[in-house]
T-cell receptor, first 113, second 111 residues
């Protein structure tokens, strides 16, 4: 594809439900990042993938958050037992290699009622 | 941990006026990046600076990295309505693949 794509673009869920957010990076990009952006705030690093492995998971806020990447391509961020404070825009970015220019997707806006 | 403070939080200018946002750190930075995020959009990479005292220009945008590599600035000359958005600085944490973002400066331009 031409750029990073994310789905869904919007997700409204009830507190306590699980959600899955998907990221399709630019073809050939080995590095993939997830960030969270609360309303009017900066970006908060969540996790970094190099290929299928996640050398840095230090940004995940709690054990309710997990992520995986398969085939060195698509990544899924899963939030279990969602809480209202999880409401935010979740952004995915990919880069050719680690520390190369990051290209961001349009984000998934998550609203937890 | 490594942090960058960005000021001002918000600036409202008349079209044609200049605009500057600053990013400051208490520790020496190995690099700094700048991003622009339009309202409702996603961050878009603008530039990366790595050398002490480095100055780079992109049309009306001028980026500077301080001599001590503890601060950086983005200056826009003669703002236009298309410059509206939030400008973020970001730094790679040393020995890490974690990119730390500043809190951003939101620019509004009155036509």
């Amino acid at each position: 594809g031409a750029g990073v794509s994310q789905s869904p673009s919007n997700k409204v869920t009830e507190k306590g439900k699980d959600v899955e957010l998907r990221c399709d990076p630019i073809s050939g990009h080995t590095a993939l990042y997830w960030y969270r952006q609360s309303l009017g705030q900066g970006l908060e690093f969540l996790i970094y993938f190099q290929g299928n492995s996640a050398p840095d998971k230090s940004g995940l806020p709690s054990d309710r958050f997990s992520a995986e990447r398969t085939g060195g391509s698509v990544s899924t961020l899963t939030i279990q037992r969602t809480q209202q404070e999880d409401s935010a825009v979740y952004l995915c970015a990919s880069s050719y290699g680690a520390r190369d220019t990051q290209y961001f997707g349009p984000g998934t806006r998550l609203t937890v009622l | 941990g490594q942090q960058v403070m960005q000021i001002p939080q918000y600036q409202h200018v008349q079209e044609g006026e200049d605009f500057t946002t600053y990013c400051n750190s208490s520790t020496t930075l190995s690099n700094i990046q700048w991003y622009k995020q339009r309202p409702g959009g996603h961050p878009v990479f603008l530039i990366q600076l790595v050398k002490s005292g480095e100055v780079k220009k992109q049309k009306r945008l001028t980026f500077q990295f301080g001599e001590a590599k503890k601060n950086s600035s983005l200056h826009i000359t003669a703002t236009q309505t298309t410059d509206v958005g939030t400008y973020f600085c970001a730094v790679w944490m040393d020995s890490s693949y974690k990119l730390i973002f500043g809190s951003g400066t939101r620019l509004l331009v009155r036509p």
